[in-house]
């Protein structure tokens, strides 16, 4: 029974900043990568940031340079440190993970429910 769980969105002013925080809890006996994507009615879903379970990240061109993304492995942990907010920034935003419950079973994507980001004056 896995779960993912995000936390940390909210209304902010432009150029303010938010941390999101994705929390795997469950069996787990290994998280391979952890990523944010978001997505806006109407629009597709698209990629954020990733992190691979040794730290390795990759920023999307729209938010490199503002965003950051970073993890814990000992607390399951994933985090997207968002800066200069911009009002194009405003999209529900959603944790991924690629878990494996145990060595018995294969690797599963697993989603959060998202947390909302909106970014207004």
């Known amino acids: 029974q896995v779960q993912l769980v995000e936390s940390g969105g909210g209304l902010v002013q432009p150029g303010g900043s938010l941390r999101l925080s994705c929390a795997a809890s469950g069996s787990i006996f290994r998280i391979y990568h952890m990523a944010w994507y978001r997505q806006t009615p109407g629009k597709q879903r698209d990629l954020v940031a990733s992190t691979t379970i040794g730290g390795s990240t990759n920023i999307a061109d729209s938010v490199k340079g503002r965003f950051t993304i970073s993890r814990d492995n000992t607390k399951n942990t994933t985090f997207l440190q968002m800066n200069n907010l911009k009002p194009e920034d405003t999209a529900l935003y959603y944790c991924?993970?690629?878990?494996?419950?145990?060595?018995?079973?294969?690797?599963?994507?697993?989603w959060g429910q998202g947390t909302q980001v909106t970014v207004s004056s």
């Open positions: 991924h993970a690629q878990i494996q419950e145990s060595f018995t079973m294969a690797p599963y994507d697993y």
